[in-house]
């Protein structure tokens, strides 16, 4: 479905609030390819800009309660949401950058499967998930060592698709695929 000229943002956004996935879908269709030209432009990287759309979009979702017509549109306030994303994704990235030293590939890969897993055993504790991360654990060792590496990457380092495709020398295409699966088999498995 293209993109209306009276689409009327302010109720899509109330209607997410209240649980409405559709209204998310519509908010989608009419919006997303400008707001993936905006985050595009800021972060001059294909792959990086969609994940950042995708995160955005989840943002805009987990917030519709917050937004206000008294404050501004509705359209300016998907706008404002997803510029804030892509600009602390930005500063991110450079104090990554800054921060990183030479390693070699092998001891990349030893810290990388180290920190992913200490950062699920912090998260753990953080959030005191005692029954749900015993089966999310038991369901994460379900999964293939590749992909579960993957899903640890996104959820607990916060790294982008294009990130861990990088790290894991993997196509872009792949991860996405092993990560929606994963996601699948994980909600099943928690069921």
Not at 34 to 63: C, S, T, Y
Not at 92 to 111: C, G, I, S, Y
Request: proline share 3%.
């Amino acid at each position: 479905m293209p993109p209306t000229d009276d689409f009327n943002y302010e109720a899509a956004l109330q209607a997410c609030a209240r649980g409405d996935t559709a209204a998310l879908q519509r908010l989608y269709q009419q919006e997303s390819a400008r707001l993936l030209g905006v985050v595009q432009r800021m972060v001059r990287n294909l792959p990086w800009a969609e994940d950042l759309l995708h995160d955005a979009f989840v943002q805009i979702w987990q917030r519709s309660g917050s937004f206000d017509p008294a404050k501004g549109s509705g359209r300016g306030w998907m706008y404002t949401v997803t510029r804030h994303l892509t600009l602390n994704a930005l500063r991110n990235r450079q104090q990554e950058t800054a921060r990183e030293t030479a390693v070699d590939e092998d001891t990349l890969d030893v810290l990388d499967a180290h920190a992913s897993v200490q950062g699920w055993r912090e998260a753990e504790q953080d959030f005191a998930w005692q029954t749900s991360t015993g089966r999310m654990a038991g369901c994460l060792e379900q999964l293939e060592p590749e992909r579960r590496v993957c899903i640890l990457h996104a959820y607990v380092d916060g790294l982008t698709h294009a990130e861990i495709a990088q790290r894991l020398g993997t196509p872009l295409g792949t991860v996405k695929a092993w990560i929606r699966r994963s996601l699948t088999a994980l909600r099943e498995c928690l069921q």
